[in-house]
């Protein structure tokens, strides 16, 4: 907290926002157990009579669960809650500790320019050539949300053979978090292959792959940290070991 924030007498951001949370879900909380829209959310305190009311929520046709864009549906949901994605003082962030600071030439970064066919080609080279590379794979995951469920796909080439095929659904979480959490369980399960030393990633959210080297306050941190932990092990065990991450849109893949 700077000293500007202390004098406006405001709270840390992460403290900010859980209290937002539990307001908003105050309203619901507090409405009486005999409520009719506690019953229809609520399973654990609902009666033989009420779980078949014609509102209740498993009772609904999937299309009009669709057309429910409120948060009715997932008031009563016990994952629905503050999870601390922060992680302000992990080392990893400390000046001079960073992957930035000790590892910059181990990592890089391939955006598409303005030229997007031959960010195509270039992209068709370096996937040819991680192909014949024994020691070399290819990461490829996506993630989509389609009616509050997020799905994340990841594929793992080593040597022109896909080893790992991961389908993730979620629900309650960004697009962003999705594709961050995909990439950080690729990561993790890439360097745990042996003998491998480039690993690239491709992917359609290339800003949100920056993120794990970002060391400002954002809210995936805790993601950030983990992929850092990991990167910071396959960097120090071989001074050629290195990861690119590559940016291909989505109706390119």
């Not at 994605?85 to 890089?108: T, Y």
Request: one cysteine or more; glycine letters at 2%.
């Amino acid at each position: 907290m700077t000293g500007i924030e202390a004098i406006a007498g405001l709270i840390p951001i992460h403290l900010h926002l859980k209290k937002l949370y539990g307001r908003f879900h105050l309203r619901g909380f507090s409405l009486l157990s005999n409520h009719i829209i506690k019953s229809i959310i609520d399973t654990s305190r609902s009666n033989e009579h009420i779980a078949h009311h014609h509102l209740f929520l498993n009772k609904l046709m999937p299309k009009q669960q669709s057309q429910l864009h409120s948060s009715l549906i997932d008031m009563d949901n016990i994952c629905n809650k503050f999870l601390p994605f922060f992680s302000l003082f992990d080392e990893e962030f400390f000046l001079g500790k960073r992957l930035i600071d000790s590892f910059s030439d181990q990592f890089s970064f391939h955006a598409q320019k303005h030229d997007i066919k031959n960010h195509i080609c270039n992209l068709d080279n370096i996937a040819i050539s991680t192909s014949n590379d024994p020691y070399s794979l290819i990461v490829i995951s996506d993630a989509s949300i389609r009616n509050n469920i997020t799905t994340s796909i990841s594929h793992i080439h080593l040597h022109n053979r896909l080893i790992i095929k991961t389908i993730h659904h979620m629900v309650n979480v960004t697009t962003t978090e999705a594709e961050l959490f995909t990439i950080r369980y690729r990561i993790s399960q890439a360097i745990s292959i042996s003998n491998v030393k480039c690993i690239v990633v491709v992917t359609d959210f290339l800003y949100t792959a920056k993120k794990i080297f970002d060391t400002l306050m954002h809210p995936y941190q805790i993601h950030s940290t983990a992929i850092s932990q990991e990167l910071r092990d396959f960097f120090k065990k071989d001074s050629n070991n290195h990861i690119e991450f590559w940016n291909c849109p989505s109706k390119q893949k």
